[in-house]
């Protein structure tokens, strides 16, 4: 019991905390007279402040914030305004459920659970409550399990708020998470009418029981001890004092290092590949700048990582198909997967940090070989206009025409000192050829930020650790393959594919069947091969943000 909120709360069923409560700047109280208080029902008391929820955009009950909710209203004018909350039972399992609320990310103080915890504590003691009271709880009981399971489903944090470039649309609330919650008050089932709402993706599980895993550790006074980077990467053979340092971080983390001597040996080799898997790195055995950085992640840190990776999996919170393509940027990676088993992969390469590459959700509709490249026309004016102003052989030098309208202009008649990113006039296109930005095949999923798959010329990228590189489209280290994949039903194998592209010609095809591709950006995400976590480098900045919004109070 917290015992100063309880004290708090005996003045509130005292009477002596309405004054403040009126007092409250910027949100609508309830001045009640206390010597009608006992006059009137519960129903009366809930009735007037259903109907006051109407007119306000807020209201403070009890101290606490309730924003204006037709849910809520329409379940108690279903109920005739009736008290929902009567049997011990379900306050009970409320109480457990949102003291719950922090192992699935998200604060139990956004659902009064320190009021109804005091007020279920009182309530043992003062048989009698004010009628006022009693309403006042069971309304902040039922905004408490209906935002919580709202949350649940859409996330607390709106993707909008956060970035122009999340296009995961709030799903629509189905059947098997409908808020029928007088059905479950009254069948003692409130555990499972949250159950529903939690998402049903695998994955979601894993972030929570890694959760529950980690905090299990720091709360019992466990930490990850930091390492200081040695100044250069330590490799098998070597043999100094930091050597003996790493193998004891990493035994703290649960690797299996049986000597800890200064010697780097097979078995720190091991430990160090496996932990580099699980971070997101190459596994190379190699301890770099890198592989120290995520070594001398703390648990808070790593837990915080979890938050906010469990709210992005909310905010898809729909059933994967059997078969689809996962782009997670973070990861550098694209996957096709059937039947939760990876189908095929490959590195890609995406978006820079001021460019980023958008996270939605599309299907690839067709391919097209040989492809001319549409240049945007930030590109076209920002970047390569700049060097026509020096260079008007750049265009020819590229394959690329400059274009007004559908016309070709030949760019030696062009004074293009005149023009600057706001006023060029012209566009530009680059023709398919070897050095097309967008290689020998492109994959159109239609989308409202004009973001494709393609091949590039610029192999060598897909050997860096970090990919951030394009203008917010993905390059795919192995292009052609994936190629086959889509098109092996309707005929077409790696060397059917290379007829095409030896032609030089242009050449669209059109899936017969929509590839549903999912563009997520996760910093941590499970391997489907081994059903491990990974955890990923923040590449965009975006996790701190996002848990700016889950910690942001109601």
Same mark, same amino acid.
């Given at each position: ?24 700047? +910027? ?52 109920? +005739? ?73 859409? +996330? ?123 971070? +997101? ?150 023709? $398919? ?49 994936? $190629? ?71």
């Amino acid at each position: 019991m917290k015992w100063v909120s309880l004290g708090i709360l005996t003045m509130l069923l005292s009477g002596t905390l309405h004054s403040i409560h009126n007092a409250a700047i +910027g949100y609508s109280s309830v001045p009640i007279d206390d010597n009608l208080s006992d006059i009137f029902p519960v129903d009366t008391f809930i009735a007037r402040f259903v109907n006051e929820m109407a007119t306000k955009e807020v209201l403070k009950l009890a101290g606490e914030k309730v924003y204006s909710n037709a849910v809520i209203a329409s379940i108690y004018e279903e109920a +005739g305004y009736a008290p929902l909350w009567q049997l011990e039972r379900n306050r009970m399992d409320l109480e457990n459920i949102l003291e719950s609320a922090y192992y699935e990310g998200l604060n139990p103080k956004d659902y009064h659970l320190e009021v109804i915890t005091n007020y279920n504590s009182l309530s043992r003691v003062y048989k009698n409550r004010k009628a006022v009271h009693a309403a006042m709880a069971d309304l902040l009981m039922t905004d408490a399990i209906l935002s919580y399971t709202h949350h649940l489903i859409h +996330g607390k944090v709106d993707q909008k708020d956060l970035s122009p470039n999340w296009d995961y649309s709030m799903q629509p609330t189905d059947a098997r998470k409908k808020f029928d919650l007088p059905k479950a008050l009254k069948q003692n089932a409130l555990h499972q009418f949250v159950d529903s709402a939690r998402s049903h993706l695998p994955f979601y599980d894993k972030l929570k029981h890694l959760f529950i895993e980690y905090d299990s550790i720091q709360k019992a006074g466990g930490q990850l001890p930091e390492i200081k980077y040695p100044g250069r990467s330590l490799k098998p053979g070597d043999t100094i004092p930091s050597v003996s340092l790493l193998k004891q971080r990493l035994k703290a983390d649960a690797y299996t290092i049986d000597s800890i001597n200064e010697v780097f040996d097979k078995e720190l080799e091991s430990a160090l590949m496996s932990f580099q898997s699980l971070n +997101g790195l190459p596994p190379d055995g190699i301890a770099g700048r890198k592989t120290y950085q995520a070594l001398n992640l703390s648990l808070s840190e790593r837990l915080n990582i979890l938050r906010a990776n469990m709210e992005r999996v909310r905010w898809i919170n729909y059933d994967y198909p059997d078969e689809f393509i996962l782009i997670n940027i973070a990861s550098y990676q694209l996957q096709m997967i059937k039947g939760n088993e990876v189908k095929f992969e490959c590195r890609v390469v995406v978006g820079k940090e001021h460019t980023q590459t958008p996270v939605f959700f599309s299907y690839i509709r067709y391919i097209v070989f040989n492809p001319s490249w549409h240049i945007p026309y930030s590109i076209a004016s920002e970047e390569i206009l700049p060097k026509l102003k020096t260079d008007k052989h750049y265009l020819q030098n590229r394959n690329m025409l400059l274009m007004r309208g559908s016309s070709e202009v030949n760019p030696m008649s062009i004074d293009f000192t005149k023009y600057t990113n706001t006023n060029f006039p012209y566009s530009i296109i680059q023709e $398919a050829s070897a050095s097309n930005a967008l290689g020998k095949v492109k994959f159109i999923m239609p989308n409202k930020y004009s973001v494709y798959l393609h091949d590039t010329p610029s192999k060598s990228l897909f050997k860096r650790i970090d990919r951030a590189f394009s203008h917010g489209c993905i390059r795919l280290e192995k292009p052609f393959q994936l $190629a086959e994949l889509l098109l092996q039903e309707q005929g077409y194998d790696l060397a059917a594919i290379q007829e095409i592209i030896d032609s030089k010609k242009p050449k669209t095809v059109v899936l017969n069947k929509g590839m549903p591709t999912l563009i997520i950006y996760m910093t941590c995400n499970e391997n489907l091969k081994n059903r491990q976590a990974i955890f990923y480098n923040d590449i965009y900045g975006l996790d701190k943000e996002l848990l700016n919004g889950l910690n942001t109070s109601r």
